[in-house]
């Protein structure tokens, strides 16, 4: 996994996860079949093309798991939820509350780049979305 993670050319780690999916598959079926589920998310910073810091920032999974911890937290007293929007206001508030916690990412400068390569990929992806229409059309 972590060579996987360590490459900069994303069909190159794609086949790296491949070989250890298969690696997993009559021992741990699950793991394998749970790394070939998620293969195309795993690999999307690795398609991003980001500077280090960043990267490595993204494709952990903790500061997500930090803020539901963190709304966990502020939400374990309420004993009966009465309908899903007082569920969605307790999270929001939750929310709010942590994120008077939250500290920068590490690689934050990086983030201009972060969003040039987004609205890059969003522009390919609605040229090839008008190409289609038209194609249709």
Not at 96 to 106: A, N
């Amino acid at each position: 996994m972590r060579q996987a993670w360590a490459e900069t050319d994303a069909d190159k780690a794609q086949r790296k996860l491949e070989i250890l999916a298969d690696s997993l598959k009559h021992e741990h079926p699950d793991a394998a079949g749970s790394l070939r589920e998620g293969l195309e998310e795993t690999l999307t910073v690795v398609k991003l093309v980001l500077p280090g810091t960043l990267k490595k920032t993204l494709r952990s999974t903790n500061p997500m798991e930090s803020a539901f911890d963190g709304t966990a937290t502020h939400t374990r007293n309420v004993k009966r939820w009465r309908n899903g929007e007082q569920a969605l206001r307790w999270m929001a508030a939750a929310l709010l509350e942590v994120e008077k916690r939250f500290r920068r990412i590490k690689g934050y400068k990086e983030i201009p780049l972060l969003i040039d390569v987004l609205v890059k990929s969003t522009d390919g992806l609605s040229a090839q979305s008008e190409l289609k229409k038209e194609a249709i059309a």
